[in-house]
């Protein structure tokens, strides 16, 4: 069963969702900046927000369409919601907020069925708390479980894990992506947390300011940021100007000079013109250090450069280098300790051409 | 103690509550939840008896009663008798001087109550009058006694209304407010003290109940 959705909705004056993509079985993240309009997305296409325009459907049931005056309520469109806050009802217990989309079935199949997803998403024990007495990961699970209890057609989920630390998380996604395995809905994913991109989905729709900007695997809308916020969320540290100079086609590379230095950068070759200013993003984990002029090297790109700062942080050891302009650089404390890096000493920095990205051209 | 006028009240008073329950909760629900953009006029409509002079309101009351209003007519034909001056008339009046004191306290503890899980409740497949029943009135408890108990005192305690519309008839309209003031006026202090410290126990009472009800029994604030 395939969700199809159109959506167009104003939210101010100056800002508007306008976008349409479709979602088969498995999950699909809505992966965008805050702001971006995933959670407006979520609510169009649960009900919960009336869209000016468009049309969403999943299979051949049509639950929205502006042009037909189709809308039908959320309370009719079966389709699961797990909000960013859990929204679960307090004075109920696990147990009596599992069941209640369910009081619509006999008793026996009632309990059967909240025993059962209590079971899977390992729940049987706080069953008689209320939300208050329970932790936040088990809170979590329970509002997974009151949305799956009633075998929605489709689910949505907005940010559901972001309050949890990295094992909860993990634990979570493992469990919902069992119980998806035998049922193959979809399930829409909001989030704005690149772990969870790469943990969950197997496919990223990323989303700028009401549009979706790049569709496709995980890894090649995370590796191809197509806007600054996207490259900042998707953890590229590094994002500055440069204006290409020189397009080598046959190379398959382009040259360009850093904006406002005399530093040159050899970036893939992409569609920027001879002349135009781009963005370009580059991870501070896909750059080398080294303390002398290297040789012999593949790496197209070598700087000099001034350590400017040194910070240290778990285990991970964050350089700042002035090579023209600060570029930041992350290393693990064994390279810090062995080659002896302090600030205010120069280095090399190393970067392969296709560890930069373009981001946009201007 | 003038205990007929006492049980007269205590009738008068649970007679009042539990008819102003059933019509403040869909008004109060009304004011919480619509968009209307006019929504403030019947605000203030409902408030009215808050700021009107008792006197005001039971002349209205009792020009809307009288043999000649088409509700005085409509009920002398079904029951043979004017309305003006009967308990009835006194029950109806009762209801509209009490209204903004079972509607305000409603209507604030519905409004209080988190709209996400108004949603959550429709995404769970479950209509609005069930999700009234389900989720904003089992966490409006404490609003709703507050509610119950305000009309019941207010009724308790009101005079104006009562005299104007009601007049001073023992066992019929009488309330205990009307007979302290009958008590003074004939200079039968010792009863009217009576009744008066009877009356102020009461009320303590009542309050003492309403402001330990304003602690909410699930603190949602725990919730993150």
């Known amino acids: 069963m395939t969700l199809a959705v159109r959506l167009r909705k104003r939210l101010t004056p100056h800002f508007a969702v306008d976008l349409e993509f479709t979602a088969s079985a498995g999950v699909t993240i809505l992966f965008g900046a805050s702001g971006s309009g995933k959670t407006t997305v979520l609510r169009c296409v649960a009900g919960l927000l009336r869209a000016d325009e468009g049309r969403v459907a999943i299979g051949d049931l049509v639950v929205f369409d502006a042009a037909a005056a189709i809308d039908v309520p959320a309370s009719k469109r079966g389709f699961g919601f797990v909000f960013q806050d859990l929204a679960l009802f307090p004075h109920l217990t696990a147990q009596e907020n599992i069941a209640y989309g369910l009081s619509a079935l006999p008793p026996h199949e009632r309990n059967t069925r909240v025993a059962k997803i209590a079971s899977a998403f390992r729940l049987e024990s706080v069953m008689l708390r209320r939300p208050a007495e329970i932790s936040g990961g088990q809170r979590q699970r329970v509002g997974l479980a009151r949305s799956l209890v009633t075998d929605p057609r489709v689910l949505l989920l907005d940010e559901p894990l972001a309050a949890l630390d990295h094992d909860t998380q993990s634990r979570i996604i493992e469990d919902l992506r069992a119980w998806n395995a035998a049922r193959r809905i979809p399930i829409l994913y909001v989030t704005h947390s690149q772990r969870e991109v790469f943990a969950l989905g197997d496919r990223v729709i990323a989303l700028h300011e009401g549009t979706v900007t790049a569709d496709g695997a995980p890894e090649a809308v995370m590796n191809a940021p197509a806007t600054d916020a996207m490259a900042s969320l998707a953890g590229f540290e590094n994002v500055f100007d440069a204006v290409v100079h020189q397009r080598l086609e046959s190379a398959g590379v382009m040259r360009s000079r850093i904006d406002g230095t005399a530093v040159d950068l050899e970036l893939p070759l992409g569609f920027a013109r001879e002349g135009t200013i781009i963005r370009v993003a580059i991870r501070a984990g896909d750059i080398l250090i080294a303390t002398e002029p290297p040789r012999g090297l593949s790496a197209r790109n070598v700087m000099p450069g001034r350590i400017v700062a040194l910070v240290t942080e778990r285990a991970q050891v964050k350089l700042t280098v002035d090579v023209g302009i600060e570029m930041h650089v992350q290393i693990t404390p064994t390279a810090r300790d062995t080659l002896g890096l302090r600030v205010g000493e120069t280095v090399w920095v190393i970067l392969k051409t296709h560890s930069c990205r373009v981001v946009s051209a201007r | ?224």
């Not at chain 2, 604030?108 to 069930?130: I, K, M, P, Q």
């Not at chain 2, 409006?140 to 019941?152: D, E, T």
């Open chain 2, 1 to 224: 103690m003038d205990w007929t006028a006492i049980l007269l009240t205590l009738k008068l008073a649970t007679i009042v509550c539990a008819i102003l329950m059933a019509l403040a909760l869909p008004i109060a629900y009304w004011l919480a939840f619509s968009q209307w953009r006019w929504k403030f006029l019947v605000e203030s409509i409902v408030a009215l008896p808050l700021v009107l002079p008792p006197t005001v309101l039971g002349f209205y009351v009792l020009v809307a009663l009288g043999a000649r209003s088409p509700i005085g007519r409509l009920w002398i034909e079904w029951t043979g008798h004017p309305l003006a001056f009967t308990f009835e008339a006194l029950v109806i009046a009762s209801i509209l001087y009490s209204l903004p004191f079972a509607v305000q306290p409603l209507a604030s503890s519905f409004a209080l109550v988190d709209r996400t899980l108004l949603d959550a409740s429709a995404t769970l497949g479950v209509n609005r009058l069930r999700t009234f029943a389900r989720v904003v009135l089992p966490l409006s408890i404490p609003g709703v006694l507050a509610a119950a108990v305000l009309s019941f005192a207010h009724t308790v305690g009101e005079f104006g209304v009562v005299l104007m519309v009601g007049g001073n008839l023992p066992g019929i309209t009488r309330t205990v407010s009307i007979s302290i003031y009958d008590d003074v006026q004939g200079l039968n202090f010792a009863s009217a003290n009576q009744t008066a410290l009877a009356l102020l126990i009461f009320s303590f009472c009542v309050l003492a109940v309403v402001y330990s009800l304003i602690r909410r029994p699930w603190s949602v604030a725990a919730i993150s």
